[in-house]
Nanobody, 124 residues
Framework: QVQLVETGGGLVQPGGSLRLSCAASGRSFSSYVMGWFRQAPGKERDFVAG????????YYADSAKGRFTISRDNAKNTVYLQMNSLKPEDTAVYYCAARGGTYIATTPSEYDYWGQGTQVTVSS
């Protein structure tokens, strides 16, 4: 069992940056592939970025490439999402998720545990 808590959301102007954190409780954090998803009002939950267990491999949605960076610190049981050059269309609730296994999945149904989400609003 893993419990996930996201922090770091907020209101930021276009072009600004935010760093989201997701702290995991429970054992064996390093045995989980971690992902970040987002959901805007009236839309489906979309994959943003994922990172494998050791942190040595990452994968990004096209919308995140070149602007977002996912990382993890297994000693701190935490995964991060650094978001730069934010745009109004990045506005959404951002969720972190954990899955057993070895590969980075991009569909929500493949993840076993979810945080409660943190709101990111990009607006002037």
């Amino acid at each position: 069992q893993v419990q996930l808590v996201e922090t770091g959301g907020g209101l930021v102007q276009p072009g600004g940056s935010l760093r989201l954190s997701c702290a995991a409780s429970g054992r064996s954090f390093s045995s989980y592939v971690m992902g970040w998803f987002r959901q805007a009002p009236g839309k489906e939950r979309d994959f943003v970025a994922g990172i494998r267990r050791s942190g040595g491999s990452t994968y990004y949605a096209d919308s995140a490439k070149g602007r977002f960076t996912i990382s993890r610190d297994n000693a701190k049981n935490t995964v991060y999402l650094q978001m730069n050059s934010l745009k109004p269309e990045d506005t959404a609730v951002y969720y972190c998720a954990a899955r057993g296994g070895t590969y980075i999945a991009t569909t929500p149904s493949e993840y076993d545990y979810w945080g409660q989400g943190t709101q990111v609003t990009v607006s002037s």
